[in-house]
């Protein structure tokens, strides 16, 4: 196919001509091209098919305001739905393909929806698929889904990666139209920190689509020349396909860049495209203006477009969708488009103006006080039927129609916060108004400025005054002439008498429907559009959204301020979830935390478990074992027996000091610290402001001005900042200072009868470590393995005799190499933290499971630890009569009766021969585990008055997992009840 | 002197390098860290303990100076020491016996990996990575910001050298994300 309606001139590159292929057709254009572009050059007008009735449908404009030219490009797991063909930039090679029709573009079998469009009027569906209610969910919803749409994802992942970035500027400038530029120039030679950002690739905005004049040189010239200019000053960035999306708090806007949209595929380690976070002192927002269109009888054919995208289609592009055009305007604008594609060979076949005093023209028929009142072909315009001011119809044949209705400020980012546009009757449309974003300002035609020597001007001065506002000398640049002409409109909404005139095309919203949605009283602008759908989608009723209120306000009797618009919001056009995804994604969703002994682990072989962002080895399966609890039993039963090691330094660990630390950990622990011996550790347990457990650890002191204390792996965190808070908001006069040692410091629970002959080989030997030197819940620093420091405590979660000993982070792998190789002749084991969760919970320790968010201090069985001498945050609130019930829960063992049976964790507890339901619930099992030292199955967990019920035997039920046996309450202390071990 | 052998952050014997067009990144694991607080009512006993120790006054809010012995910012009345490893395993315990009740000091060597980024173009790195105004940076420049979720400090030791500190754990997560951005920058 030849690019028959390609015209002379434009800002494409003839030297290069590309390839690409839509559906089924391979066709060539130009570098410069957008795939818009290129399919009208090579005579393709139909473009896609509307969204409920399937209607053929053509661009209607020439930017990202696009409803209907929407299509999936390229192919494979990089194929995008939902693209508008008008921002699309052709690259060789590219691939698009039609959406929401079957079996092709041209024939598609549902645009049957367009015969039966009686029964699809606004909010059918709401009407239609009532009963039966069932039906919604199973049947009417995917039908309808499957029915209307638009594009189709690939279900492949996406291959490309996409980044998140971080700008600073002094002025951030939104579009590069004349206003923008002349903004640009006067702030850059300021010496601002400038940003320039335009979604489109070729700065200029406007000034590429026109033929205008400025100075002695084309616009379009003088915004290349411009834009040269402002690439050679060090302090402005020019940021062009980039979109600013949304306004934000304090100056902060989004912006999108597309960074490798317009390539095959991206540069290998580069990002498709780059979501910006900038920060700006100040912004101007020079966003331009979008042409809306008039409303009339079958308005939607492909050809009918914005009178301002055929001229720039054929200014910038030089391309036409037809060798003959018409012109449908309310203003003097429509007739620039008429003058410019005349001058380009273009026929124009005449321009039809709603007004009587409308301009005459010697180079086309003007046909004053007319209006469109009906339009034919079936894929494609043929003709117009034009009604004059006499009431008389005839025929015109043209394969295109500008309809211009006139231009609407592009407010959407003054609204971002909450901001409400108002209504300026000199150019009948909403301009920015009430409260800006912080910093903004507006220049150009986004504040109703329309001629270009307007908007030079006051983007040149806005630019200036934040110069100056920011303590620069702001310079007066030299801007050319250029045309200033006023803007002549008399409103034309739409034609009346239609029954099918299209207001907003993407969704298939017809006047008519706005008519019935106020007939049944969604009277609200609001409602108007959840209703009708009208302002939804990927254009966000860009060009709909103007018609739509103003055939609401004349059925409601009100003005077009009256009825007012509907809420803006981010992001301004589409924006692909990868973008707001950044980097985080699959294995990188978050960073990994890596144990010291991480490498010496996976040389082993270990099988590691996500513990928050940790990875910590779960067991060390050995050749032989075919299964994991084999491993876990072998594990448990060697430490219990002789002697295992446990990488634990993913505990948190905060070191506290200060002449008030001894204060301030009795401020923080419930049970008091003040008086722990210098070289002793203690268990404490720390209490939320509402007497409920925090957390629970132990704490060591080194100094009468310095502890260690120890959180679980998940509280590492909001300990830390819980003890900032109260440091620094609850008693800023304590003498306290905090800092995390978590990573500073490899950790290892050494454990079992065995643990210590096997430490007095790495200690040195100035370090007594017997029982008598070194006692159960003793702490020192001591040094290993000829000098290097390190630190010892006497604790125990396994309930054995054992150790945990601490060295620099860096030397954590060889301390595991040698205290594994020391023990071998003990057979040491390493284990993971199945086998640790299986040690503790024989020996009856509360973990995670039991520190839910729900349990007190007495549900745990400490209820005796919460001081009563002194203050501490939380036990004056856990003293609430609500958690100190005579029959509350209390931490049990449970035993199976039947030794075959399983204790799940989950399930809940019954008195035998009462009804299983909520009102009966006795309490719940938080943790269990085969115990290989037991024979069985155990569980530990809360129930009713549960230290008053040892021997009692309780029905166990799981109704979701079928669960339904007895147990016994036990001892929740299966292993070693008196503690002889852990004391040896 | 003991015998055990360290690894890096990366998990490695030697440290790491990497160059990708004008951007080395380097693993540094040669410089001890200490942290020192001031304590209550001693805040200029420990400006005086400090300015002894690094021969210039500790640096003020935000900023980082001082060589071979260096001090950031990291709060009110609260700095980090930096020393080379070689002469200085034992910095902690050395400002703690100059610290006589007046500061609290941690040890904090290895809470931290030590990433440096020298070379052009850092500016077009950063801002793939954090919030940080890099391109503002003139050198003595000390933030705490998030790269990659994780908590970092952001040393600008000189225009074309940027040093972050980030947990020691997630080194590997950091490095990639550096790396990352990067190849996506250059």
Same mark, same amino acid.
């Given at each position: 196919m030849t690019q028959r309606n390609r015209l002379q001139g434009g800002l494409i590159d003839r030297s290069k001509t590309i390839s690409f292929r839509f559906d089924d057709r391979w066709m060539k254009g130009h570098p410069g091209d957008t795939l818009a572009s290129a399919l009208l050059a090579n005579g393709v007008r139909l473009m896609g098919r509307s969204f409920k009735y399937h209607r053929p449908r053509g661009p209607l404009s020439a930017g990202s305001e696009e409803p209907n030219a929407i299509v999936a490009l390229r192919t494979g797991a990089r194929q995008e739905p939902n693209t508008r063909a008008t921002t699309a930039e052709l690259f060789d090679g590219l691939t698009a393909q039609s959406q929401n029709r079957w079996p092709s573009l041209a024939f598609d079998a549902l645009s049957i929806n367009d015969r039966l469009s009686s029964f699809f009027a606004a909010g059918f569906y709401y009407k239609t698929f009532m009963w039966p209610a069932a039906f919604w969910e199973k049947l009417y919803e995917p039908m309808i889904r499957r029915a209307a749409g638009l594009g189709a994802l690939s279900l492949q992942p996406d291959p490309d990666s996409y980044d998140k970035g971080y700008l600073h500027c002094d002025v951030l400038i939104i579009g590069a139209g004349p206003a923008g530029l002349a903004a640009a120039l006067t702030a850059g030679e300021a010496g601002l920190r400038v940003i320039l950002a335009d979604e489109d690739p070729l700065p200029g905005g406007r000034l590429n689509a026109e033929r205008l004049e400025m100075g002695q040189q084309a616009s379009h010239a003088w915004a290349a020349e411009t834009t040269a200019w402002l690439a050679a000053m060090p302090n402005v960035r020019l940021m062009m396909r980039t979109t600013v999306t949304g306004a934000f708090d304090h100056g902060v806007y989004g912006a999108l860049e597309r960074v490798s949209d317009h390539l095959p595929v991206p540069p290998e380690g580069k990002p498709r495209q780059i979501l910006w976070r900038i920060y700006s002192a100040r912004a101007i927002l020079a966003a331009g203006a979008t042409e809306r269109p008039i409303v009339f009888e079958n308005n939607d054919r492909p050809g009918i477009m914005l009178a301002g995208a055929l001229r720039a289609y054929a200014n910038r592009w030089a391309a036409t969708p037809a060798k003959e055009i018409a012109v449908f305007t309310n203003n003097d604008d429509g007739h620039r488009t008429a003058s410019d594609l005349a001058a380009k060979g273009v026929t124009v076949a005449a321009v039809i103006d709603t007004r009587t005093d409308a301009p005459k023209s010697a180079r086309y028929e003007v046909v004053a006080g007319g209006t469109v009142t009906g339009t034919s072909g079936r894929l494609g315009l043929k003709r117009i039927e034009v009604t004059d001011?006499?009431?008389?119809?005839?025929?015109?044949?043209?394969?295109?129609?500008?309809?211009?209705?006139?231009?609407?400020?592009?407010?959407?980012?003054?609204?971002?916060?909450?901001?409400?546009?108002?209504?300026?009757?000199?150019?009948?449309?909403?301009?920015?108004?009430?409260?800006?974003?912080?910093?903004?300002?507006?220049?150009?035609?986004?504040?109703?400025?329309?001629?270009?020597?307007?908007?030079?001007?006051?983007?040149?001065?806005?630019?200036?005054?934040?110069?100056?506002?920011?303590?620069? &000398?702001?310079?007066?640049?030299?801007?050319?002439?250029?045309?200033?002409?006023?803007?002549?409109?008399?409103?034309?909404?739409?034609?009346?008498? #239609?029954?099918?005139?299209?207001?907003?095309?993407?969704?298939?919203?017809?006047?008519?429907?706005?008519?019935?949605?106020?007939?049944?009283?969604?009277?609200?602008?609001?409602?108007?559009?959840?209703? &009708?759908?009208?302002?939804?989608?990927?254009?966000?009723?860009?060009?709909?959204?103007?018609?739509?209120?103003?055939?609401?306000?004349?059925?409601?009797?009100?003005?077009?301020?009256?009825?007012?618009?509907?809420?803006?919001?981010?992001?301004?056009?589409?924006?692909?979830?990868?973008?707001?995804?950044?980097?985080?994604?699959?294995?990188?969703?978050?960073?990994?935390?890596?144990?010291?002994?991480?490498?010496?682990?996976?040389?082993?072989?270990? #099988?590691?478990?996500?513990?928050?962002?940790?990875?910590?080895?779960?067991?060390?399966?050995?050749?032989?074992?075919?299964?994991?609890?084999?491993?876990?039993?072998?594990?448990?039963?060697?430490?219990?027996?002789?002697?295992?090691?446990?990488?634990?330094?993913?505990?948190?660990?905060?070191?506290?000091?200060?002449?008030?630390?001894?204060?301030?950990?009795?401020?923080?622990?419930?049970?008091?610290?003040?008086?722990?011996?210098?070289?002793?550790?203690?268990?404490?347990?720390?209490?939320?402001?509402?007497?409920?457990?925090?957390?629970?650890?132990?704490?060591?002191?080194?100094?009468?001005?310095?502890?260690?204390?120890?959180?679980?792996?998940?509280?590492?965190?909001?300990?830390?900042?819980?003890?900032?808070?109260?440091?620094?908001?609850?008693?800023?006069?304590?003498?306290?200072?905090?800092?995390?040692?978590?990573?500073?410091?490899?950790?290892?629970?050494?454990?079992?009868?065995?643990?210590?002959?096997?430490?007095?080989?790495?200690?040195?030997?100035?370090?007594?470590?017997?029982?008598?030197?070194?006692?159960?819940?003793?702490?020192?620093?001591?040094?290993?393995?000829?000098?290097?420091?390190?630190?010892?405590?006497?604790?125990?979660?396994?309930?054995?005799?054992?150790?945990?000993?601490?060295?620099?982070?860096?030397? =954590?792998?060889?301390?595991?190499?040698?205290?594994?190789?020391?023990?071998?002749?003990?057979?040491?084991?390493?284990?993971?933290?199945?086998?640790?969760?299986?040690?503790?919970?024989?020996?009856?320790?509360?973990?995670?499971?039991?520190?839910?968010?729900?349990?007190?201090?007495?549900?745990?069985?400490?209820?005796?630890?919460?001081?009563?001498?002194?203050?501490?945050?939380?036990?004056?609130?856990?003293?609430?009569?609500?958690?100190?019930?005579?029959?509350?829960?209390?931490?049990?063992?449970?035993?199976?009766?039947?030794?075959?049976? &399983?204790?799940?964790?989950?399930? /809940?507890?019954?008195?035998?021969?009462?009804?299983?339901?909520?009102?009966?619930?006795?309490?719940?099992?938080?943790?269990?585990?085969?115990?290989?030292?037991?024979?069985? /199955?155990?569980?530990?967990?809360?129930?009713?008055?549960?230290?008053?019920?040892? =021997?009692?035997?309780?029905?166990?039920?799981?109704?979701?997992? =079928?669960?339904?046996?007895?147990?016994?309450?036990?001892?929740?202390?299966?292993?070693?009840?008196?503690?002889?071990?852990?004391?040896? | 002197m003991h015998d055990l052998n360290p690894i890096t952050p990366l998990g490695a014997a030697e440290a790491r390098v990497d160059t990708h067009g004008p951007v080395t990144l380097t693993e540094v694991t040669d410089r001890a860290l200490a942290s020192v607080a001031a304590r209550l009512g001693h805040e200029d006993e420990t400006v005086a303990i400090l300015t002894d120790f690094l021969g210039a006054t500790p640096p003020a809010p935000a900023r980082l100076a001082g060589a071979p012995l260096t001090a950031f910012w990291t709060g009110p009345d609260q700095w980090m020491i930096e020393a080379p490893l070689a002469t200085h395993e034992d910095l902690a315990a050395r400002l703690a016996a100059m610290a006589d009740g007046a500061m609290s000091v941690t040890e904090q060597t290895d809470a931290w990996c030590r990433f440096d980024l020298t070379g052009a173009g850092l500016p077009e790195v950063f801002e793939r990575l954090c919030a940080a105004d890099t391109r503002s940076f003139a050198g003595g420049e000390a933030l705490r910001t998030a790269i990659d979720h994780l908590g970092c400090f952001l040393l600008c030791r000189a225009v074309g050298h940027i040093s972050v500190l980030g947990p020691r754990s997630a080194a590997g997560s950091l490095h990639h994300a550096l790396l990352t951005a990067i190849r996506s920058a250059h």
């Open positions: 001011a006499r009431g008389q119809s005839r025929r015109i044949d043209c394969g295109a129609l500008g309809v211009s209705g006139g231009w609407n400020p592009n407010v959407s980012l003054t609204c971002h916060q909450r901001g409400r546009p108002e209504w300026d009757a000199n150019i009948h449309a909403f301009v920015p108004g009430g409260t800006l974003p912080e910093g903004m300002v507006v220049a150009g035609a986004a504040e109703g400025a329309f001629s270009t020597h307007a908007a030079l001007h006051a983007g040149a001065r806005v630019a200036a005054a934040i110069a100056a506002d920011l303590g620069k &000398t702001p310079p007066s640049p030299d801007l050319p002439q250029a045309e200033d002409a006023p803007v002549s409109l008399t409103p034309f909404w739409h034609v009346a008498g #239609t029954t099918r005139a299209w207001v907003d095309q993407q969704n298939d919203v017809t006047a008519k429907d706005i008519r019935l949605a106020h007939q049944e009283n969604f009277t609200s602008v609001e409602h108007l559009k959840r209703y &009708t759908t009208l302002g939804m989608a990927t254009d966000q009723g860009k060009t709909s959204n103007m018609a739509g209120l103003a055939i609401m306000a004349e059925v409601a009797g009100k003005s077009i301020p009256e009825v007012g618009t509907t809420m803006f919001r981010p992001p301004y056009t589409p924006t692909a979830i990868g973008a707001f995804a950044g980097r985080s994604r699959g294995t990188e969703f978050r960073p990994v935390r890596k144990t010291p002994s991480h490498v010496w682990a996976a040389e082993q072989g270990a #099988t590691f478990v996500e513990v928050g962002m940790w990875l910590r080895a779960q067991w060390f399966a050995r050749p032989g074992e075919s299964h994991w609890r084999e491993t876990v039993n072998r594990e448990v039963l060697q430490t219990r027996n002789s002697v295992g090691i446990c990488d634990v330094t993913t505990l948190g660990k905060i070191d506290v000091q200060g002449s008030d630390a001894a204060a301030f950990m009795n401020m923080m622990y419930c049970n008091g610290f003040a008086k722990l011996p210098v070289g002793k550790t203690r268990y404490g347990l720390m209490l939320r402001e509402d007497g409920i457990a925090m957390d629970d650890g132990t704490a060591a002191r080194f100094a009468e001005d310095h502890y260690v204390v120890t959180t679980t792996t998940a509280n590492a965190v909001p300990v830390y900042r819980h003890m900032e808070f109260v440091r620094q908001c609850l008693f800023p006069d304590m003498d306290v200072q905090l800092i995390s040692t978590t990573e500073a410091w490899a950790q290892f629970a050494v454990a079992g009868p065995n643990s210590r002959k096997l430490l007095q080989k790495i200690v040195d030997a100035d370090h007594d470590i017997s029982n008598e030197a070194f006692p159960f819940m003793a702490c020192a620093e001591i040094t290993v393995c000829g000098g290097l420091r390190a630190r010892l405590f006497r604790i125990s979660f396994s309930g054995e005799m054992a150790f945990e000993i601490a060295v620099p982070t860096r030397y =954590g792998d060889a301390l595991m190499r040698r205290m594994m190789a020391a023990g071998e002749e003990f057979g040491v084991v390493p284990y993971g933290t199945e086998a640790l969760g299986v040690m503790r919970i024989e020996k009856g320790h509360a973990a995670g499971n039991e520190l839910n968010g729900t349990i007190t201090a007495l549900n745990l069985g400490m209820g005796r630890m919460v001081s009563k001498k002194k203050d501490a945050i939380g036990s004056k609130l856990s003293e609430r009569e609500g958690l100190n019930e005579e029959d509350a829960l209390k931490l049990v063992g449970f035993k199976p009766v039947d030794a075959q049976d &399983t204790v799940p964790a989950g399930a /809940h507890l019954m008195t035998r021969g009462t009804p299983v339901d909520a009102a009966h619930d006795q309490g719940y099992v938080t943790s269990a585990c085969y115990s290989p030292n037991l024979g069985h /199955h155990i569980g530990i967990g809360f129930l009713k008055s549960g230290d008053a019920r040892m =021997g009692e035997v309780l029905r166990l039920v799981s109704p979701l997992t =079928g669960v339904d046996h007895e147990v016994e309450v036990v001892s929740p202390h299966f292993i070693d009840p008196e503690g002889d071990r852990l004391r040896a | -």
